[in-house]
């Protein structure tokens, strides 16, 4: 399994690969035993099964020195559940769901792993989208906190561009009645301005009617 250079510093890929994955050791491994924190022996024997971060996990399987197991969430039971009805499924303890399944999916070659992930990102997004444009008054530390990495980014984007549409909304229509504002000062000022020089016409005609009443 290769790794790009931008996953490399990708944060939450990183965070991804602290997930835990059964492991069987295939072998005696001495002086490991502090690993499996059930145990004060000083040594893991043959065929011990612990729970080992990704990270540490896969580069012992590719020397064959631990045979993998699929996590509890992604075996059949807790997949059941996602496929009868993702959208109730609470994602709180499975933050890093979609990215690390694509590492499982990757590892095991798994196809089905990989249509499961867009299956049930498919089937959450809607009602994702939804609740970012209807939780703008509203507390969403709590919306967030079911959600995945990666579902919280869509949230937070839908979320912050509906809160970006509103303000510039306000803006406009703002912007529109100052301008509505600003031509009814002109007119106005056009209007004084006409009733001001039709005073001066009529002053100026009064004036030459009196000099020649005056002849």
């Not at 996590?71 to 059941?80: C, G, I, L, S, T």
């Not at 769901?97 to 999916?105: P, Q, R």
Request: proline letters at 2%; glycine letters at 4%.
């Amino acid at each position: 399994m290769t790794q790009s250079k931008k996953d490399y510093f990708d944060i939450d890929d990183i965070l991804a690969e602290e997930e835990k994955i059964p492991c069987t050791f295939q072998h005696d491994a001495y002086h490991l035993g502090l690993l499996d924190t059930g145990s004060v022996d000083l040594d893991l024997k043959r065929f011990s099964t612990i729970h080992l971060a990704f990270w540490l996990s896969y580069p012992l399987a590719k020397r064959l020195l631990v045979s993998l197991d699929y996590p509890m969430a992604y075996q059949d039971e807790f997949k059941n559940k996602l496929i009868a009805d993702p959208k109730v499924i609470s994602m709180r303890k499975f933050q890093y769901y979609d990215i690390f399944g694509i590492k499982l999916a990757n590892l095991f070659d798994n196809p089905k792993i990989s249509t499961l992930l867009f299956k049930t990102f498919r089937d959450r997004f809607l009602d994702i989208y939804n609740q970012s444009l209807h939780l703008r008054n509203a507390d969403i530390s709590k919306s967030l906190q079911k959600y995945t990495v990666v579902e919280r980014f869509v949230f937070l984007n839908g979320y912050n561009s509906s809160i970006a549409y509103d303000d510039w909304k306000n803006r406009r229509g703002e912007k529109l009645k100052q301008e509505g504002d600003n031509d009814t000062n002109n007119n106005n000022n056009n209007n004084r301005s006409t009733f001001s020089n039709n005073n001066k016409d009529k002053l100026k005609r009064k004036r030459f009617t009196d000099m020649g009443n005056d002849d």
